[in-house]
């Protein structure tokens, strides 16, 4: 085995339900963003920043599963394409060096 990752970390695997559903995650995610930015904006007073600080925290872990959710996809898409043993366990180890660089 190489230690170069192949193009299965570069490449796309996502079906189209795999798409709609990450696009789903990010719109929420877009979402919670502006409404942070709306509560900022619209204070009176200085923001709440436990408010702020919670909103944030929501929007980080949903941004969070999101990518754990990519992974999961892309682990299952390409683990099953792998024509071979060996080729299942280069593409696994790919994914695990993109997750450890992203992670």
């Known amino acids: 085995m190489n ?25 929420r995610v877009e979402g919670q963003i502006r409404g942070v930015q709306k509560l900022i ?9 436990e408010g702020v600080a919670q909103q944030l925290a929501a929007a980080r872990k949903a941004l969070d599963r999101a990518f754990v959710t990519l992974l999961t996809d892309a682990i299952v898409t390409h683990t099953a394409a792998a024509a071979t043993p060996e080729e299942v366990q280069q593409r696994v180890k790919d994914l695990a060096a993109l997750l450890d660089k992203f992670a």
């Open 3 to 27: 230690d170069t990752p192949s193009k299965v970390v570069h490449g796309t695997a996502l079906s189209d339900e795999q798409k709609k559903d990450l696009l789903h995650r990010l719109a």
């Open 41 to 49: 904006a619209n204070a009176a007073v200085p923001a709440d920043c």
